[in-house]
């Protein structure tokens, strides 16, 4: 594949500048562009490794607890520190007083704002005197145990005169209410225009025009280890080392050569293993610096660890989000015009990840106008959150489509397919591959919906199965509204479906690096990380498909800014789209140099070679020679390859697609919801490793659950304090939860996305899931849902309210 | 203050000195430098700590570590000694892709241990019972549910 030059004035040259689009919004990166990259695996490209089901390479490291998470990192003489936090929402402090806490057994140092720089975190200073939101560090102390550490914390006396606070939206909003911020309570670029077309003139258009409001939760991510750092210096404290649990050790780096004033180089950050980010992890945090400056003035290895309630109320969330919605469509269920505003309470910082993005992607429609607002409020900063905005978004959009729906008397999945859109609207380009369509047919047929295909073949043994459907029952459905009763009246039957799209396609810079070693096995070196994704074992397939060797050869070394080679954050779903061409890319070259050794030695041309299983083979089969033949042979000579990413095209969208469905059961009496099964189908080109995959799919639909029916993190409108900053009264979801899940990928390559033919999948499958779970909620109950989660407290309401 | 305990951890004999206030997991982590056993809440609600005591799975995060006196612990570690052999349940796991980030898993195949020796022919309603108090963000369950009852399988027939 020849890469384009992204602009025209960029004629020939090598150092381009070129637009990556990473969780919805395009940063512009300067690329080298490739020599020359490899063609396309195409659809009848005759792989053995990848396409695969091969278990996580490093599966036994993490079954055997011998996987090393930042929290078990030991250095000699390693001293533990902990966070003290503000516990009211805001004012200013007076006093730190330390002294009680210095005295405390084995305490060896304690920081304030005035023994650090100053370390700007979410737009916000590290150890403000300026209280902001309950959890806010204020001062930090460090022990010879993590106990006495934590028993310190407890000691600090913080002195803080209060302020007014205000904690939701509305009061943010309020005329004479307390700022946040001294520019003001919404953010700078409120309100944030987006239009296409004219929307008066498709509303006018419209023979139906339906309103609605929707609200999505403060959610966090609750990631099962909480954020963590070890610092260690080296010499007399010019050099650090960063054990850190992060989604981008560059981005860390980079962040805190800044923060303390370092040439980039004089920082290392390593990660090893991660347990999970979800998006949380993206940057380096308060508890980065504090190791580092707690090790630089004690002279011994720090590690900050942050504890299940700094990880609830300080570590970011998913904004709290209203939307209202107006959808206008003529008779034919065709879309004339989307109107949407948002209004998001972003706490005290994050970036503006837009709702209603999505408005202008999903379905085809020549007027959109979103406005979105953003809010700063006494609490924690909004961080990323697997596909931020667009799981907000996505849930108004589908339950509006669904109201469409009913007020047209159209089935909801044929409302949707005639608003496919086949194109990128907002950049007037095709798609790289174009198959919403395809995810919503393939899912009504697996699915079973009404008035579609009965599933060829698909029995109840072949769904992922938890619980069995057959509890007597019976089971009616019906699509397009309208109360479906089973079993007698209580307990409520409904059906409903959603749709996603996300951008997913990853883009440059990254980079591999695989050397070849003297006993023929490979190792692949890049600097991306695996958070529990698999990223190592789909690396680890994708380079020996391009080596040719056995898979078990591969090994494979990430995360590590000063012995691997650039790759960007693990965020947007874009690892495997950006690191597998350069990975692909560097074991083609590694390949091609040992097949002209082994033409040597064997006394052939190169091009007469071809290398399957870690063996080098004539054309005509009669001779062989294995990798660590011809490695041996070579003595110390050591073959290397490198690898980069070129730019994506600029005539093709990228993004990934995918519909769900969901089957419930509605208690009329609790409000009680109970997810029966989920169908999901998504395109998400090809997949390197379906067992792998299995799991995102997973993963993400029961994150998704979790959203639509149990998740709030609930702040005190009178006091500002979190009411709910532990995993007991923050909800996610667990095993009983889980329904029957049928989920699976779109049996395609994506040749035009890049030359491996793969795209994102972390992120999608959880935008669908919980409009589709409230859309058949409604279905069952033919109450208008439109606030998450759907607590039985709320979908009571709905319903008495729709009846009263 | 410390208090003497003694114990046997995953075959071994132990005999510590421990301070009042600290926990199982702190005596395992700390003390004894096992870090398989993972700290994810330190308030029991999240799983990630459980270890099996006397043949029952508990958060080692609230057990207080004194009270450890006397009895058999087996944690993470104490699986897998014959020469890197994995035992059937982490074999299941590493089969059925019951892990992902892996942060839950040591927990997990504990309880999932101490669930099997109690019922070694389970339905799947109870494998989801039974781990309901370990936590999991990363998979949807479906994996570890499947990967146990592997387990379960092998031990019947070891071809399966």
Redesign the interface.
């Known amino acids: 594949m020849t890469a384009e030059a992204p602009r025209e004035s960029d004629g020939h040259r090598r150092f381009v500048t070129t637009v990556v689009e990473v969780e919805g919004r395009e940063e512009t990166k300067v690329v080298e562009l490739p020599v020359s990259e490899p063609e396309p695996w195409g659809e009848d490209a005759r792989l053995t490794v990848v396409g695969r089901p091969i278990?996580?390479v490093?599966?036994?490291?993490?079954?055997?607890?011998?996987?090393?998470?930042t929290?078990?990192i030991?250095r000699p003489r390693m001293l533990h520190a902990a966070i003290v936090r503000a516990t009211i929402p805001a004012g200013t402090i007076s006093e730190i007083d330390v002294t009680g806490a210095m005295a405390a057994p084995g305490v060896v140092d304690a920081i304030t704002l005035e023994d650090i720089p100053r370390i700007r975190i979410d737009g916000n200073t590290l150890f403000d005197r300026t209280v902001k939101y309950v959890g806010q560090p204020v001062a930090a102390v460090c022990a010879e145990?993590?106990?006495a550490a934590l028993a310190a914390a407890e000691i600090v006396r913080v002195t803080i005169e209060r302020a007014a606070h205000v904690a939701t939206f509305a009061d943010a909003i309020a005329a004479d209410a307390p700022l946040v911020r001294r520019s003001g309570n919404v953010s700078r670029s409120s309100p944030s225009i987006m239009e296409r077309g004219n929307v008066e003139r498709g509303l006018s258009e419209a023979d139906v025009i339906v309103r609605g409001a929707y609200r999505t939760p403060p959610a966090l991510?609750?990631?099962?280890?909480?954020h963590g750092a070890v610092a260690e210096w080296e010499g007399v404290g010019d050099r650090l080392t960063l054990w850190e649990s992060t989604q981008g050790v560059f981005r860390v780096r980079d962040e805190v050569a800044t923060g303390l004033g370092l040439s980039r180089s004089r920082v290392r950050v390593i990660k090893e293993?991660?347990?999970?980010g979800?998006g949380a992890k993206n940057s380096a945090g308060a508890h980065t610096f504090i190791a580092a400056i707690l090790a630089r003035r004690t002279g011994r290895a720090v590690r900050c660890v942050v504890?299940?309630y700094g990880e609830q109320v300080d570590t970011g969330h998913r904004p709290e989000s209203r939307i209202h919605l107006t959808l206008g469509a003529r008779r034919d269920g065709t879309l004339t015009a989307i109107v949407a505003d948002s209004q998001v309470t972003m706490g005290v910082g994050g970036w503006e990840a837009s709702p209603t993005a999505i408005m202008h992607e999903l379905y085809g429609c020549e007027n959109v106008k979103t406005t979105d607002v953003y809010a700063w409020v006494h609490s924690q900063a909004m961080d990323s959150f697997r596909a931020p905005g667009h799981v907000e978004g996505a849930f108004a959009l589908e339950r509006g489509m669904d109201t469409l729906a009913r007020a047209l008397s159209i089935d909801p999945l044929r409302l949707r397919l005639s608003n496919v859109p086949g194109r990128d609207q907002e950049k007037g380009r095709p798609y790289s591959s174009d198959r919403l369509r395809e995810c919503l047919v393939e899912g009504a047929r697996r699915f079973g919906w009404p008035g579609w295909e009965a599933p060829a073949g698909l029995q109840d043994s072949e769904m992922?199965?938890?619980?069995a459907v057959g509890d007597g029952m019976v089971r009616e459905v019906v699509a397009g509204g309208g109360i479906v009763e089973a079993g007698g009246g209580r307990r409520l039957r409904g059906i409903g479906m959603a749709a996603q799209v996300w951008g997913a396609g990853g883009g440059p810079p990254a980079y591999a690096t695989i050397k070849l070693n003297s006993d023929g096995t490979a190792d692949v070196l890049s600097g991306t990380q695996d958070?529990?994704?698999?990223t190592r074992t789909v690396l680890a397939q994708i380079a020996a498909e391009s080596l040719g060797s056995r898979f078990e050869d591969v090994r494979v070394v990430l995360g590590d800014t000063e012995r691997t080679p650039y790759a960007g954050n693990s965020w947007g779903s874009m690892t495997i789209a950006s690191v597998g061409p350069a990975v692909r890319m560097a074991g083609e070259e590694v390949r091609r140099r040992l097949c002209e050794a082994a033409a040597e030695m064997l006394e052939c041309r190169p091009g007469d070679l071809s290398a399957r299983g870690s063996v080098i083979s004539t054309r005509d089969g009669t001779r062989h020679l294995t990798f660590a033949d011809v490695t041996g042979k070579l003595g110390n000579v050591m073959i290397m390859g490198h690898g980069s990413r070129g730019p994506n095209r600029r005539d093709v969208g990228l993004v990934t697609a995918g519909a769900q469905f969901a089957e419930v059961e509605v208690d009329a009496e609790t409000g009680q919801v109970r997810v029966i099964r989920i169908v999901a189908v998504h395109d998400a080109g090809r997949i390197i490793n379906p067992?792998?995959a299995?799991?995102q799919?997973?993963?993400g639909?029961?994150?998704g659950l979790g959203l639509a029916l149990f998740e709030e993190r609930i702040i005190d409108r009178a006091t500002g304090v979190p009411l709910n900053p532990?995993?007991?009264d923050y909800k996610?979801?667990?095993?009983?939860d889980?329904p029957m899940?049928d989920a699976t990928c779109l049996p395609v390559t994506d040749p035009q996305a890049n030359h491996i033919g793969a795209r994102g999948l972390a992120e999608p499958p959880i935008i669908p899931t919980a409009p589709a779970i409230a859309n058949a909620v409604a279905n069952a109950t033919g109450a208008a849902v439109d606030e998450l989660p759907l607590t039985p407290r709320r979908v009571l309401h709905a319903i008495r309210s729709t009846y009263a | 203050m410390r208090i003497p305990v003694r114990f046997e951890l995953n075959g071994h004999a132990v005999e510590v000195e421990v301070a009042p206030?600290?926990t199982l997991l702190?005596l395992l982590r700390?003390t004894m430098?096992?870090?398989?056993?993972?700290?994810?809440?330190?308030?029991g609600?999240?799983g990630?700590c459980t270890v099996v005591v006397d043949g029952r799975a508990v958060n080692s995060c609230l057990f207080p570590a004194p009270e450890i006196d006397g009895t058999r612990v087996l944690?993470?570690?104490g699986?897998?000694c014959d020469h890197g052999r994995?035992s059937r349940v982490?074999?299941a796991?590493?089969?059925a892709?019951g892990?992902?980030?892996?942060?839950?898993?040591?927990g997990m195949?504990m309880t999932a241990v101490a669930f099997l020796a109690e019922n070694p022919a389970p339905m799947?309603?109870e494998?989801?019972?039974a781990?309901?108090g370990?936590?999991?963000?990363?998979?949807?369950?479906?994996?570890?549910?499947e990967a146990i009852q592997l387990a379960a399988r092998r031990s019947r027939d070891p071809q399966a």
């Open positions: 278990p996580r490093d599966a036994a490291e993490k079954v055997t607890g011998r996987a090393r998470y929290a078990d030991v145990t993590w106990q991510h609750t990631a099962m280890e909480p293993h991660m347990g999970g979800f504890d299940r992922r199965a938890g619980d958070l529990g994704t698999g067992l792998l299995q799991s799919l997973e993963g639909i029961i994150q532990g995993m007991h996610v979801p667990t095993s009983k889980v899940i | 206030d600290r702190d700390d430098g096992e870090t398989g056993t993972k700290e994810g809440c330190r308030e609600e999240c990630a944690t993470i570690e699986l897998s994995l982490q074999q796991f590493l089969d892709s892990t992902q980030c892996g942060f839950c898993t040591p195949v799947d309603t494998i989801r019972e781990l309901t370990n936590l999991c963000r990363c998979t949807g369950y479906v994996q570890i549910v």
